[in-house]
């Protein structure tokens, strides 16, 4: 008896969420978000029953927005533009994004201040404009600074026989500004990182090596789409290599190098463009690359130079986390020093 109630009951849960995304799917949004309440009544902690919930009621403000967005048309046509100014105001309200209601407001408005201003009240519009930029800013946040403790190990082939392998714990610095000036296309932008800790390694290749850049970036933005926006540059940087040696001398034919260099990144919100969801739209790919080519002295050979970064992002208002792999190598003659970096970031924007 017991268990044929148990399981009557869990089929009419059942039938309750089944509900709830068959009137979603037909549009009929009052009849699923009733049948998701009930379902959350007995079920609080199902997440994807909360997502549901959150999508049902975002529809409802959307239909809600549409039909006051058609009643504003008939006052319009009636003359009475207080009473459609007033029901656009709530339409704008419940859907920020009703380009429908915003472009007859600024419509209006505009009509408005040619007629001797009929209209009054609320400046919805002003509003709206600076929610517009805010969103904006959202995507082409003009400052940040991230620090971004690294994993690190380092490894040589200038010591024949050995191993040259060395493990190291460092930080990351970057600091990157955009001009408000061309949309926030042009910036500069500081890095520095450091192998602060070593932990393990022979004492004959026991260095610390210390980076720096200073550059100068330009960038700009495609598929724009809300936040899913591709974001593509290129950056003519100053590089500073330095490889500190603590106890002796080591193998290598250059502790110091520092000329200019150029690099490309990129971000994207890949993963937001081909499924829907509230956190992927969060979610995202970056990454970078650095080539530093300096000529050497009269018959000396030339030093090259590679950094890459790939990993992925998380990003909040006012935070991003990322989690990604750099590798970098200085290369002379049949030397090449490396290394092998997991960095975990921390940026806050301002």
Same mark, same amino acid.
């Given at each position: 008896?017991?268990?044929?109630?148990?399981?009557?009951?869990?089929?009419?849960?059942?039938?309750?969420?089944?509900?709830?995304?068959?009137?979603?799917?037909?549009?009929?949004? +009052?009849?699923?978000?009733?049948?998701?309440?009930?379902? #959350? /009544? &007995?079920?609080?902690?199902? %997440? *994807? $029953?909360?997502?549901?919930?959150?999508?049902?009621?975002?529809?409802?403000?959307?239909?809600?927005?549409?039909?006051?967005?058609?009643?504003?048309?008939?006052?319009? +046509?009636?003359?009475?533009?207080?009473?459609?100014?007033? #029901? /656009? &105001?709530?339409?704008?309200? %419940? *859907? $920020?994004?009703?380009?429908?209601?915003?472009?007859?407001?600024?419509?209006?408005?505009?009509?408005?201040?040619?007629?001797?201003?009929?209209?009054?009240?609320?400046?919805?519009?002003?509003?709206?404009?600076?929610?517009?930029?805010?969103?904006?800013?959202?995507?082409?946040?003009?400052?940040?600074?991230?620090?971004?403790?690294?994993?690190?190990?380092?490894?040589?082939?200038?010591?024949?026989?050995?191993?040259?392998?060395?493990?190291?714990?460092?930080?990351?610095?970057?600091?990157?500004?955009?001009?408000?000036?061309?949309?926030?296309?042009?910036?500069?932008?500081?890095?520095?990182?450091?192998?602060?800790?070593?932990?393990?390694?022979?004492?004959?290749?026991?260095?610390?090596?210390?980076?720096?850049?200073?550059?100068?970036?330009?960038?700009?933005?495609?598929?724009?789409?809300?936040?899913?926006?591709?974001?593509?540059?290129?950056?003519?940087?100053?590089?500073?290599?330095?490889?500190?040696?603590?106890?002796?001398?080591?193998?290598?034919?250059?502790?110091?190098?520092?000329?200019?260099?150029?690099?490309?990144?990129?971000?994207?919100?890949?993963?937001?463009?081909?499924?829907?969801?509230?956190?992927?739209?969060?979610?995202?790919?970056?990454?970078?690359?650095?080539?530093?080519?300096?000529?050497?002295?009269?018959?000396?050979?030339?030093?090259?130079?590679?950094?890459?970064?790939?990993?992925?992002?998380?990003?909040?208002?006012?935070?991003?986390?990322?989690?990604?792999?750099?590798?970098?190598?200085?290369?002379?003659?049949?030397?090449?020093?490396?290394?092998?970096?997991?960095?975990?970031?921390?940026?806050?924007?301002?």
């Amino acid at each position: 008896m017991l268990v044929n109630t148990a399981l009557c009951y869990a089929q009419y849960q059942e039938q309750l969420l089944d509900k709830a995304l068959e009137n979603f799917e037909k549009g009929n949004y +009052e009849g699923a978000l009733k049948a998701i309440n009930s379902f #959350l /009544l &007995t079920n609080p902690g199902n %997440l *994807d $029953a909360i997502k549901l919930k959150d999508q049902i009621q975002k529809k409802i403000k959307s239909k809600k927005s549409y039909e006051l967005t058609e009643l504003a048309l008939i006052e319009i +046509e009636n003359k009475n533009f207080r009473k459609a100014q007033e #029901l /656009l &105001t709530k339409a704008l309200k %419940l *859907d $920020a994004n009703n380009k429908r209601a915003r472009e007859l407001y600024l419509a209006m408005d505009e009509v408005s201040k040619i007629e001797g201003g009929f209209l009054g009240g609320e400046d919805i519009i002003s509003a709206e404009k600076e929610q517009r930029t805010k969103d904006e800013n959202h995507v082409k946040q003009y400052f940040y600074i991230q620090l971004a403790p690294q994993l690190a190990f380092s490894e040589s082939n200038a010591v024949a026989g050995l191993d040259s392998g060395v493990m190291h714990l460092g930080a990351r610095l970057d600091i990157v500004y955009y001009f408000n000036f061309w949309n926030g296309m042009l910036g500069l932008s500081l890095d520095y990182s450091s192998h602060l800790l070593k932990f393990s390694g022979l004492d004959e290749i026991n260095f610390i090596m210390h980076r720096g850049n200073a550059s100068v970036r330009f960038r700009t933005f495609l598929f724009e789409d809300g936040d899913n926006t591709l974001t593509i540059g290129a950056k003519a940087n100053y590089h500073i290599y330095y490889l500190q040696n603590l106890e002796s001398q080591g193998a290598y034919n250059f502790t110091m190098i520092y000329g200019p260099s150029i690099g490309v990144f990129f971000s994207d919100p890949i993963l937001a463009r081909f499924m829907e969801n509230d956190f992927l739209k969060n979610c995202g790919l970056e990454g970078e690359a650095n080539f530093l080519l300096i000529p050497g002295a009269e018959n000396e050979s030339w030093i090259w130079g590679l950094e890459f970064y790939t990993g992925i992002f998380y990003k909040m208002d006012m935070l991003q986390f990322n989690l990604g792999y750099r590798f970098y190598s200085i290369m002379k003659d049949d030397i090449n020093d490396v290394s092998h970096e997991i960095e975990f970031g921390i940026r806050y924007y301002f």
